[in-house]
C-alpha cells in the first residue's frame, strides 16, 4: 500500500497530469485531407451511448452542403457523456449546440463510428456578420498541443470566412489528388 501511495505521489510531483489529453496540431489541409467527408450541417438533436467502455455524446445533424463527400452519416460521436450510469469527460472534446450550424471536418473508423477529425480542431461555428456575411470560427483547443516534430506549440482561434473556408478545401483536396498515383491500361 505504501508502494502505490508513493508512486502516486511521485506522479503528481512529477507533474504528469492524469487522464490528460495532448493533441497533434493539425493545419487545415491537415484537416481536409484526413477527413473522410466535410459537411456544413445543423445539429437537431443529442443523445449519450456507451459504446465498448467508453461514453460517447451523439449528435444528429442536417447535413447543408458537402465539402468533401464521403461516407454518408447523419450524426456525430464526441467523446463523453453520462450512459449506461458511466460519466466521462474527456479533455478536448467539444460541446455541439442543438439549433447551432457547423463546419464539421469528420472520419470514420472502421467500425462506423463518425467522429469530428482533431476533436475541437476540426469544428467550426458558423454565425452571420453583421453585414450579412458568413464566418466560420473555432476556438483554440485548451489542451496540450504537438507539432508534426512533436515540439509543444500553442494553439490559435480562427475565424475565416465560409466562401475562404470552401476555397481552403478545394486548394486542399486538390493538392492531394494531383499526388495521387493514377492507374491506367
Known sequence: MRFVA?????ACAAGIPAGATILQQLTLDDMARKSTSIVRAKVTASSEIARGGNVFTVYNFETLEI??????TSEVAVPGGVAGGLRQVVAGAPIL????????????????????????????????????????????AGEQMLDASGHVVRDEMLSISLTELRAKISRALSVTSARAPRTGK
Open 6 to 10: 508513493t508512486s502516486v505521489l511521485l
Open 67 to 72: 465539402l468533401k463527400s464521403g461516407p454518408t
Open 97 to 140: 449546440h442543438v439549433g447551432r450550424e457547423y463546419v464539421l471536418f469528420l472520419w470514420t473508423s472502421r467500425s462506423g463510428l463518425t467522429q469530428i477529425t482533431g476533436m475541437s480542431q476540426g469544428l467550426f461555428s458558423v454565425d452571420s456578420t453583421s453585414n450579412g456575411d458568413r464566418r466560420a470560427s473555432r476556438v483554440a
